[in-house]
């Protein structure tokens, strides 16, 4: 409920991470409603503003909306040597503020793209725009983005503005699902659905707005001269994550205009760093409307509504005849899976790491504390070939090279490459396989990407460790021969291939590795029933669920299009029961509390046999 007349701020901002899009955007309903709730008081009510800035303001157009995004250093101001995010991720990221920026002018207002730390920069905004208000949807529990808002909220309270987490990123809010569950957040699938089956149903999205408070070019200047003006005077944050004067806030043109590759530094144009699939509200829009394989990437930046999808599939479901697939198999069941590792993600210590994760089981792998391993000299350089798409497995190649020139891959694939990397073939850690995606990928989603590298190398929520994806059977699928090694020289020399010199030979024997990597992740899992440590729990409970459907690898989606082609070909022999082992330690008990993971409300809103390999 908006607040009451006297509480109604002369400005309101809206601060776009997630959801870049009008659709269904409800930081921007909230602030809409609350500028529209009543007649702004004068300027001078915000206790934050500045006789300066009420100076370089009192021009401006009130009621003063303010949508914002923030290039914050934290992702890489300079991105080309940032570890998180490849260049085709950040022009689809280029592409999505553009769209949204335009889609802002079309009724009356624009999107100002900040420069530098959210931390430094959001008190200054608002005390220059003379705000009460910030609207921002929730983005997720990383833990950078957890602290950022954290601190934003206290200087926020501090300064007399709210600042209001939103939802529309998700269908069930976390707080929802973590309050149903006792505090606590389903560790299985199908725990979750039967959550969420308890809350009401998401709510139809709503419509864009028609037109929107404008944000002038005398609107513009006036909060660039004032953030100019503060950052003479401000005292630097002890929580910023870079000290950038404030002037450079605006970009080389001083007028918060969307950034451009080179000054993102890359050398090479957008053109040819652009991946095949593009950004933009409307682009999401038209996938939808198509079916297309891009709704992972319109879901990752927020271009396209979860509610609006969501609803979409639910109308083709009571227009289809006949029956059709239910989760987790189904598209809702895809839709479901991301909801889940969201919420696992938002309440777990430590999530994205091995060490203090209480629902990671604790594996003694190769690089688990960086790319290099003095316990194996070759670790580094089996690691790099997995990156760099020289293992010698063609299936594994083509899917790496792949995500290096799409930024993308089919979540079939991703399965393939993650077991290849850790237990079923290099016995790597799969904190720096969650690396190489962040990079690499245009739909990187924390939350998801470290939730199914946990699931992939069984070290949570799958304890099947010993079905293991075969690089060559598997594979087989798509290519009939796919072992260059068993190739008859003439064949190659036909092909223009010499082994060793053009294309790679093999970096292992997969049926050697696979041997010896199912004795070290026995090992881990007797450790683990024997000393109670690691999230036994999460990978076995669903064992005795209804048809153990989510037990399957096949059955795990990650943030990918979906297919319904047969269950993947497993290089494994059936194991037999999977019962959780009697001494697990239930690992909800070691999530974080609720009460530490939601601030007060301010505003709206067991032993095996082994499998043949090929």
């Known amino acids: ?78 991105p080309g040597g940032s570890a998180r995010g490849g260049p085709r991720r950040w022009v689809f990221l280029l592409q999505s503020l553009r769209a949204l920026d335009a889609s802002l002018r079309e009724r009356g207002s624009r999107l100002l793209v900040l420069r530098g730390d959210p931390i430094a920069l959001l008190p200054a905004l608002w005390s220059a725009v003379g705000a009460s208000h910030v609207f921002a949807m929730w983005q997720d529990g990383s833990p950078h983005v957890t602290q950022r808002d954290a601190r934003v ?24 699902v973590l309050r149903r569950n006792d505090g606590t957040a389903p560790l299985t699938y199908q725990a979750y659905l039967r959550t969420v089956a308890k809350l009401p149903s998401p709510p139809p999205p709503a419509d864009p707005p028609t037109k929107l408070p404008p944000v002038t070019d005398t609107a513009v200047a006036a909060i660039r001269d004032a953030l100019i003006a503060a950052s003479s005077s401000a005292t630097a944050d002890p929580g910023t994550q870079q000290q950038q004067p404030l002037h450079h806030v605006a970009g080389p043109a001083g007028n918060f205009s969307v950034p451009t590759v080179a000054e993102l530094g890359f050398a090479e144009t957008e053109d040819a760093l652009a991946s095949r699939f593009r950004g933009g509200e409307d682009e999401a829009l038209r996938a939808l409307d198509a079916y297309m394989e891009q709704k992972t990437k319109v879901l990752k930046f927020g271009t396209l509504s979860p509610r609006l999808f969501y609803h979409r599939l639910q109308a083709a479901y009571a227009a289809a005849s006949g029956r059709h ?39 003694d792998w190769w690089c688990r504390d960086g790319r290099d391993d003095p316990r194996n000299p070759d670790a580094a350089r089996l690691l790099a070939a997995w990156t760099d798409a020289r293992t010698g497995y063609p299936w594994i190649d083509a899917i790496m090279t792949q995500l290096r020139v799409d930024g993308w891959m089919h979540h079939l694939a991703r399965h393939s490459v993650a077991c290849f990397l850790t237990r079923g073939d290099l016995f790597i850690s799969w904190e720096r396989g969650a690396e190489v995606f962040e990079e690499l990928l245009l739909d990187h989603d924390w939350s998801l990407n470290i939730g199914n590298w946990l ?52 970096i292992v024997d997969h049926d050697v590795a696979m041997k010896a990597n199912m004795a070290r992740m026995k090992a881990a899992f007797d450790a683990s029933r024997e000393g109670g440590v690691g999230g036994d729990t999460a990978g076995n409970a669903d064992a005795g669920d209804a048809g153990g459907a989510d037990a399957r690898e096949d059955a795990v989606a990650w943030p990918a299009p979906v297919t319904t082609a047969a269950a993947p070909a497993m290089t494994t022999t059936p194991r037999g029961s999977a019962a959780a082992s009697s001494r697990n330690i239930n690992a909800r008990r070691r999530q974080r509390p609720l009460a530490d993971f939601f601030a007060p409300a301010t505003g709206a809103g067991g032993s095996s046999k082994r499998g043949r390999t090929e």
């Open 153 to 176: 909220r206290a200087l926020a309270s501090a300064a007399g503005v709210t600042f209001v987490h939103t939802g529309g990123h998700l269908l069930y809010p976390v707080a929802d």
């Open 1 to 78: 409920m908006p607040p009451t007349a006297t509480a109604v701020p002369a400005a309101a901002m809206v601060w776009f991470r997630m959801g870049l899009r009008l659709h269904d955007c409800d930081p921007l309903r909230a602030a809409m409603d609350l500028l529209a709730s009543s007649a702004p008081p004068p300027l001078s009510s915000s206790a934050t503003t500045s006789s300066s800035s009420t100076a370089a303001t009192s021009a401006v157009v009130r009621p003063l909306l303010v949508p914002f995004f923030v290039i914050d250093p934290y992702y890489g101001l300079q």
């Open 455 to 506: 699931w992939l190398s069984a070290s949570a929520f799958f304890h099947q460790y010993f079905r293991v994806y075969s690089p060559v059977s598997f594979g087989k699928k798509y290519d009939k021969q796919g072992k260059p090694w068993k190739a008859p020289v003439s064949v190659l020399r036909a092909a223009g291939v010499v082994l060793g010199e053009n294309y790679p030979r093999r």
């Open 325 to 363: 697939s239910h989760p987790p198999v189904s598209l809702l069941g895809q839709l479901l899976w991301r909801e889940f590792y969201y919420c696992a993600a938002a309440a777990t210590p430590n999530f994205g790491r091995m060490e203090g994760n209480p629902v990671c089981r604790q594996i």
